[in-house]
């Protein structure tokens, strides 16, 4: 399995995320759940995702967190200099 920006972008599409944008930036949120046996593989996959995307100089932090209570439930949040837009246009490296 590659762990890519384009393959997570595959797995997680761009519209299934709630974004919210403003004059200093956007902030990007969405609850994803992960089959429990697949859970392993998926945290594999998206861990270099991750440090990708906190290495690009326009993100202010993405953070993955894990529900206590539900471990299947997922929360992706990241933080950016840029407006929503600018998403539909960046390299994918």
């Not at 930036?25 to 995307?53: C, Q």
Request: with cysteine; glycine share 4%; net charge negative.
């Amino acid at each position: 399995m590659t762990s890519t920006v384009q393959a997570h972008r595959d797995l997680i599409p761009f519209d299934s995320f709630i974004s919210s944008s403003g004059e200093h930036g956007t902030l990007m949120v969405t609850d994803v759940f992960i089959l429990p046996d697949k859970l392993a593989e998926y945290i594999a996959m998206v861990t270099p995702v991750v440090h990708e995307m906190r290495a690009m100089p326009e993100c202010l932090w993405c953070e993955i967190s894990q529900n206590p209570t539900d471990p299947s439930h997922i929360r992706i949040q990241h933080g950016w200099t840029k407006a929503t837009e600018w998403f539909s246009n960046v390299s994918t490296r």
